[in-house]
């Protein structure tokens, strides 16, 4: 809370002792961490028992630390959580002038404050009715007055959180689902909250409260550092902004860094993303294990009354009843709900028993038990050098499970199980991945494309070879260069490692060394030149690894997040697929002269070419299907399809780029390419333009609309850079952080028919229009253009002759390079 104004104050000031000591003690170099943390909250409770002191508090009365404060755990910015507590004894004016002599002083220091004035009656009645109360008062800590009465409330509050346990729990386990759901996973976010989002400091709290409850406790093991990890980035975090703030901004990060002694924000996440993937371990164990104990409590009475009110027994007709263990691998049963060892099982002594453990919980859909992992991390046989087959195959069926993979992985990445078995996964654990296109860290980014890859298994005849590749496609990332490149030489020495013979581990290596081959071949360039086909071809060598990187793009796709893939996308790599299968079955390649345009390109070319001037349709596309198709479910769309022909001209693309620009259309996709129409149709050369468009906000414009001003475009009646300038001016977008600068390159040995200029850049409003007034000042034809954008970044792909047809000579192309790159700039 902040101070309520000018209302009646304390005549006596705060010390201002106070305020500089604090300042004094939050600028020492030495200190930091929790020493700070418990020096600032000493400070605090010292400047506190003083106010209290100094205002004559009537007997009966104390002051309480509660919630973080309550736990010494003040971090530069952090609200003061106080109670004054009183017994009742006192006249209501004495209580609120103390309340006055201590809350003005602290609002009068400029620190925040949350406070309130009960008896412990009115306490316990509150937490009652409010969980988060509750919670704040299991930390209840005496600062001044009668320590008596303020031990007893916490003690009694305690008692009272033990006793409605069963009933606080569910509810506290909701609060904590509804805040994840709200906040995010702390572990995947670039700007994470340190305290809301889960795995933060918030669900750190919970765990405190279960373990208060006696109902479950926490895995201990790692906890308290990654809480420690979390409290020092807050604190470096309010020292570096000056404010109170949970929030770990992209434009704070470099700063919060350096003040944390580490080299850049990349290892700061990598930080934070280890401690909350500590933390969200430990939530998932204990409540799961809450929802055991109670769902075992509630079921006793039920099977009681079942019996007639005789009491439950086991087989000699006292104690427990015997816990059921079902069997599911050597060495693995069933208990409770859980996958455990058997009593038999002897991790010493059996290597494959880790990875057989893992596969049985997997392909059960059943949780690894905590303490079942830490055995077989601490006790098993280390695998021979390569793998034994069978270790082999339960890696693989770990894999295949789908989503049932991912929280046993979990489990063993908790005790450093994954980091054994595969050397080199250090280097992808908990990595950030800048592209705002990622929805994942690198390590777990690989391990849900394995879960995507195993719905696709029946699509290739090597479907372990698909499931470790997805495991490893990314791997080379962490290093320098290119990731695909330095992936391969770890994914071949893995592959052997794991058991796989030369051949094998050959097709891995390729398959990760290639793996975004097909999507940014289909992406972005021309199909119809047989150049780029063979290039696919020759980099596949086989059938077999064509049909597994096929698979391997969808589910590295999928995995990625929404943006990365879709129908569209999914047509072009599967066209690619088909011309590369050709070629390697030893089909002759089709003349790229052939190519001719489906039946709907051809109605809008012959139209056309009849009008002299543009012809468009605007279609809304829905992923999969067209808008109208009906099958009981409403489709999802995933923007408009815009198709234009108009008869060849110079100055198509800036026209139509910029026309889109003007009407709030952002790019998707684009492919632009010119025909010839067949003689029987009519004569002459021909623009097919397909894009695929979203409306910036609002509704979508009428295409008579689009058309009129593409017509004012191509005539010079419509200045679109005068327009867009005029826009920009007057609504200059909000700048957040300073972009890469823009990208052109020549793609070597591209194709023989054109010269491919590819670019990256930051997308933006009108970036593809700037790039066709580029290309027109620099005289050059457009032969075909492929446009992508992915999240904020576009990369567009152009190939590019001189007027009379002929490919750029190497010179021409690299100025043509340097002309786009300062046009963009």
Known sequence: MTSPGTSERNENPAPG????????????????????????????????????????????????????????????????????????????????????????????????????????????????????????????????????????????????????????????????????ERAGELRFLLEPDLKEARGGLRDAQALRAVAASWIADAPRAGLDRARRCLLDVRDALHLTTGRATDRLALQEQDAVAAALGLPDADALLREVYEAAR???????????????????????????????????????????????????????VEMDGEVVL????????????????????????????????????????????????????????????????VPVWEALEAEGIVTRLLPGWERVRCRPQRNPVHTWTVDRHLVETAVRAAALTRRVGRPDLLLVAALLHDIGKGGPGDHSVAGEAVARDLAARIGFDRTDTATVATAVRHHLLLVETATRRDLDDPATVQTVATAVGTLGTLELLHALTEADALATGPAAWSSWRASLV???????????AGEPPPDPGTAAPDAAQERLAVEALRTGGPVLTLRTRAEGRTEGDADGTAPEPVGVELAIALPDRPGVLPAVAGVLALHRLTVRAADLRAVDLPAGLGSGSVLLLDWRVAAEYGSLPEAARLRADLVRALDGSLDIPARLAEREAAHPRRRGLTAPPPRVTVAAAGSRLATVIEVRAQDAPGLLHRIGRALEGAAVRVRSAHVSTLGANAVDTLYVTRPDGSPLPPGEAADLARTLEAALG
Request: charged share 25%.
């Open 17 to 180: 002792g106070h305020a500089a000591a604090r300042l004094l003690l939050l600028r020492e170099e030495g200190r930091s961490g929790p020493p700070r943390r418990a020096a600032l909250a000493r400070l605090t409770d010292d400047w506190l028992t003083g106010l209290f002191a100094a205002a004559a508090p009537p007997p009966g009365t104390a002051l309480v630390a509660v919630g973080g404060y309550g736990r010494s755990e003040l971090s530069p910015r952090s609200d003061l959580d106080l109670l004054l507590l009183h017994d009742g004894s006192a006249r209501g004016a004495e209580i609120a002038a103390l309340a006055d002599r201590i809350w003005y002083p602290v609002w009068d220091a400029g620190l925040a404050l949350d406070h309130s004035v009960r008896t412990p009656a009115e306490a316990r009645a509150t937490a009652a009715g409010d969980l988060r109360v509750h919670l704040g008062l299991l930390d209840a800590r005496p600062l001044a007055g009668d320590a008596g009465l303020a031990t007893a409330l916490r003690a009694t509050a305690l008692a009272d959180w033990r006793r409605r346990a069963p009933e606080r729990l569910p509810g506290l386990g909701a609060l904590c689902r509804e805040r994840a």
């Open 342 to 405: 058997a009593h038999t099982a002897k991790p010493e002594r059996d290597p494959v028993l880790t990875l057989r453990a893992a596969a049985a919980a997997a392909q059960s859909g059943l949780p690894l038990s905590p303490h079942a992992v830490r055995r077989l991390a601490a006790t098993a046989k280390p695998l021979p050098v390569p793998w034994p087959a069978e270790a082999r195959e339960e890696l693989v069926t770990l894999l295949g499970a789908g989503a049932a993979t």
């Open 574 to 584: 599967a066209d690619l697929v088909e011309r590369v299968a050709g070629v390697l």
């Open 278 to 332: 500590t933390l969200s371990y430990a939530a998932d164990v204990t409540w799961r294990e809450v929802d055991r104990v109670l769902g075992a409590r509630s079921a006793r009475p039920r099977l009681r009354s079942l019996l007639g009110g005789r009491p439950v027994t086991g087989r000699a007709g006292g104690g427990k009843p015997p816990i059921e263990r079902t069997p599911l691998a050597e060495g693995v």
